[in-house]
């Protein structure tokens, strides 16, 4: 996971679809516009969420709701984001969307002097 501003980013995109530069090693890689955006993202009820998917490992959203007693369409929304960041991944068996944890812990390194912060998170591993 990356930590690049939005306009950083388009115009790296940009730059790379005119063939000015090469796509980044990262290009792939999540990314986010700040930690601050990311700290908004890990609230008590989303960290619950990831918990309960990591933990119970439920085999659709339908599943999840249940789980949680969340509302279907503001869990879908709330699973997307969580998704974009690179926290988890939505995968498709059998006509259903799994949601699965992805991530087992993430370090922040702030740098106070600079806009130079990196997140590192450390993958689920099998």
């Known amino acids: 996971m990356k930590i690049q ?13 005119r063939g000015e530069i090469a796509a980044p090693a990262d290009a792939a890689a999540p990314s ?19 918990r ?4 119970c490992k439920p085999q659709s959203v339908a599943a ?12 879908l929304r709330t699973l ?14 059998a006509r259903r969307r799994v949601p699965t ?3 087992v812990t993430l370090r ?8 130079a912060d990196r997140i590192e998170a450390t993958p689920i591993h099998g």
Request: hydrophobic share 50%; net charge neutral.
């Open 80 to 93: 997307n984001k969580l998704e974009a960041f690179g926290l988890l991944e939505m995968r498709m068996v």
């Open 108 to 115: 922040l390194e702030i740098d106070p002097y600079t806009m």
């Open 52 to 55: 309960t998917i990591r933990d």
């Open 101 to 103: 944890a992805t991530a």
């Open 64 to 75: 999840l709701a249940r789980l949680t007693n969340r509302a279907g369409p503001n869990l």
């Open 5 to 17: 501003p939005m306009n950083s980013l388009i115009g790296e995109m940009r730059a790379v679809a």
């Open 32 to 50: 986010v516009e700040s930690a601050e955006a990311l700290l908004r993202l890990l609230t008590p009820d989303n960290r619950r969420l990831l």
